[in-house]
């Protein structure tokens, strides 16, 4: 079992940036994906970006690449994303989720069992 607790969310200007925080429970983080996902009102939950247990392999969705940056500190049991160049498209909440097993960069929610909270991130134009 692997329990997420999200941070960092907030209300920033077009142009603006953000880094989101997840930090998870127990002694085998670095044998978990994590990845990160936002729902926008109304719409569905969508992958935002995956990053390898190790931190040696990502996969970005098209719409953040080049904006936004995954890490991991595994001695701290925490995932981060830097959201850069914020855009009001990018106005969701945002979910970090762990999966376990052989790495795969999965960008379908339904492999992630576990969640953590949400975070609300909300881009002002």
């Known amino acids: 079992q692997v329990q997420l607790v999200a941070s960092g969310g907030g209300l920033v200007q077009t142009g603006g940036s953000l880094r989101l925080s997840c930090v998870a429970s127990?002694?085998?983080?670095?044998?978990?994906?994590m990845g990160w996902f936002r729902q926008a009102p109304g719409k569905e939950r969508e992958f935002v970006v995956v990053?390898?247990?190790?931190?040696?392999?990502?996969r970005y969705a098209d719409s953040v690449k080049g904006r936004f940056t995954i890490s991991r500190d595994n001695a701290k049991n925490t995932v981060y994303l830097q959201m850069n160049s914020l855009k009001p498209e990018d106005t969701a909440v945002y979910y970090c989720?762990?999966?376990?097993?052989?790495?795969?960069?999965?960008?379908?929610?339904?492999?992630?069992?576990?969640w953590g909270q949400g975070t609300q991130v909300t881009v002002s134009s």
């Open positions: 989720a762990a999966r376990g097993g052989s790495w795969y960069p999965s960008h379908q929610k339904y492999d992630y069992p576990y």
């Open positions: 127990g002694r085998t983080f670095s044998t978990y994906a």
């Open positions: 990053i390898s247990g190790s931190g040696d392999s990502t």
